[in-house]
């Protein structure tokens, strides 16, 4: 079955630190894989997309990581904002499919 | 930016009424989706459409659920007879081409309360 799994549930970090947030998948045949943060209210806007071929992307302060062979990934924060307190989520779409499939997400809490 | 539009933002209904969730997609944009969220639990697929049929649909996405393009902006989700189960927080997004690798852009979502 696919499916998209993520650690932690929640993360409360200081600002100014940096935090690694992690994603398992199980999708097959994988096409790509995104993070996207989601405010509270909001619907989820895109902050990286990885092909199979991809094994880093960055977008600011923001870097993703996947390792294909073991079908992972990670979302990397560095110097943390208050504002980017929200839900990050990993996102995995598959060859032959529209829909993509959501993993939990991270509920991430940056305290001043 | 362009952005997808939906209203309203939040839609209280009566168990057994019939509710329509309206989305603007982005307007050069072709490919359409819905997809709902369960308070607590992850965002879940329902379905794609496309040149006016459903291209791929979920098992979530029953009978009681139809999707239309009524005009050239609108793309509606109908939920027919609601239950108090259909209660969530309903995305819609768009594309500008099909395929897995095309960026899916969200609204802000609908949430809707089951009385």
């Known amino acids: 079955k696919n499916q998209v799994e993520q650690s932690p549930q929640s993360l409360i970090i200081l600002e100014g630190k940096n935090c690694t947030l992690q994603?398992?998948?199980?999708?097959?045949?994988?096409?790509?894989l995104r993070w996207y943060k989601q405010d509270t209210g909001r619907g989820p806007v895109s902050l990286t997309i990885?092909?199979?071929?991809?094994n880093t992307k960055s977008n600011g302060r923001y870097t993703a990581t996947l390792d294909a062979d073991t079908k992972q990934s990670s979302l990397h924060i560095t110097a943390s904002q208050l504002s980017d307190s929200a839900s990050y989520i990993c996102?995995?779409?598959?060859?032959?499919?529209?829909?993509?499939?959501f993993g939990t997400g991270t509920r991430l809490k940056v305290l001043a | 930016e362009p952005e997808v539009t939906q209203t309203p933002s939040h839609q209280v209904t009566q168990m057994g009424q019939e509710v329509i969730l309206r989305c603007v997609p982005i307007s050069n944009h072709l490919y359409f989706y819905w997809y709902r969220q369960i308070l607590g639990q992850k965002v879940e697929f329902l379905v794609s459409?496309?040149?006016?049929?459903?291209?791929?649909k979920s098992e979530i996405f029953d009978d009681q659920f139809s999707v239309e393009r009524p005009d050239g902006s609108n793309f509606t989700l109908k939920i027919r007879s609601t239950k108090l189960e259909d209660s969530a927080m309903y995305f819609c997004?768009?594309?500008?081409?099909?395929?897995?690798?095309?960026?899916?852009?969200f609204g802000d979502g609908t949430r809707l309360s089951i009385l």
């Open positions: 990885m092909t199979f071929s991809e």
């Open positions: 459409f496309y040149n006016n049929e459903i291209s791929e």
């Open positions: 996102v995995v779409s598959s060859s032959g499919t529209y829909k993509y499939i």
């Open positions: 997004a768009s594309s500008e081409a099909p395929g897995p690798n095309q960026p899916q852009h």
């Open positions: 994603c398992n998948y199980t999708v097959s045949p994988f096409s790509n």
